[in-house]
Nanobody, 123 residues
């Protein structure tokens, strides 16, 4: 089992940056057994894929809407995954969730989810 806790919520102006962090607690498996993903859900919208990273960190994948602005990374020694968000836009405002599972952009690949953290970008 994996328990995930996101942190790094904040309010920034457009063009600013935020760094989200997700801490994983595992039992029965090691953190590096899992690919990790970030998703987000804006008010009135469905949850959408943002980014994913393989267990080794060698491969990453981004939604077109964040490519070139967001960077996903992980530290297996600390059981953490990060999402560095730069050049933020008001449309990036959402609750951001981290997830653990198999590498990909489909939500059904991920069996464990955090509770989410709010990122708000003002215009």
């Amino acid at each position: 089992q994996v328990q995930l806790v996101e942190s790094g919520r904040g309010l920034v102006q457009a063009g600013g940056s935020l760094r989200l962090s997700c801490a994983a607690s595992t039992s029965g498996h090691t953190f590096r057994s899992f690919a990790m993903g970030w998703y987000r859900q804006a008010p009135g919208k469905e949850r959408e894929f943002v980014s994913a990273i393989t267990w080794s960190g060698d491969n990453t994948y981004y939604a077109d809407s964040v490519k070139g602005r967001f960077t996903i990374s992980r530290d297996n020694a600390k059981n953490r995954v990060y999402l560095q968000m730069n050049s933020l836009k008001p449309e990036d405002t959402a609750v951001y969730y981290c997830a653990a599972g198999s590498y990909g952009d489909s939500a059904d690949r991920y069996g464990a989810w955090g509770q989410g953290t709010q990122a708000t970008v003002s215009s």
